[in-house]
């Protein structure tokens, strides 16, 4: 498949590219700094800016599906949507975040007491980032929470698939390693599960 991601340079961006170009698809890395992508099989390196609705859609256009690893205050929901519309893309995944995750039932992580207050704004952008998604009618779109923590880890392969609720483990730690997640949402592009949904990932 021809599949187009955004943000690649990034840490979720780099495992989601590398995971897509292990399953040998044709992937069109995109990203400000070009150079900082890694030199990967079937993988492109292509300069480009999200907040560049038009020269976005052209560099998605042609393309199975495009991915958008973008921090949602780095980029505009409405410009990234966009720019999805335009390219006429089969598919457009978003790495979501966990803030818009239910904890319990109607109460989104981002409103606990604990949540750490540094992430709040990112998380809070998110959570419209989804609100949006699911007000569209014709985009085919599929929005991918994370668990609490993102972080760095080995590539597993074993994880749990979830839907609106935050997972966490026995211990009740909700986490997610980059490259797992990429596993999950390679997986997603290839088998679709969740059109036009929210799914979450973790241990």
Known sequence: MKIAVAGASGRAGSEI?????????????????????????NVTPTRGDVLDQAG???????????????????????????????????????????????????????TTANFPAQYKAEAE?????????????????????????????????KFRLGTDQLLADANGKSWISFADYAIALADEIERPAHLKQRFTVGY
């Open 125 to 157: 952008a998110g959570s419209v980032f989804l609100d949006l998604l699911r007000q569209e009618k014709d985009l085919n779109w599929t929005f991918i929470s994370p668990s609490a923590l993102f972080v760095e880890g080995e590539r597993a392969g």
């Open 17 to 41: 590219t590398r995971e897509l170009s292990r399953r040998g698809h044709a992937v069109t890395a995109i990203a400000r700094n070009p150079d900082k992508i890694a030199a990967l099989p």
């Open 56 to 110: 976005l859609a052209k560099l998605w256009a042609g393309h199975d599906a495009a991915v958008s690893s973008v921090h949602f205050l780095a980029s505009d929901p409405l410009k990234l949507i966009g720019a999805a519309k335009d390219s006429k893309v089969g598919r457009y995944l978003v790495v979501g975040g966990a803030g818009s995750l239910e904890v319990a039932p109607g109460v989104k992580l981002v």
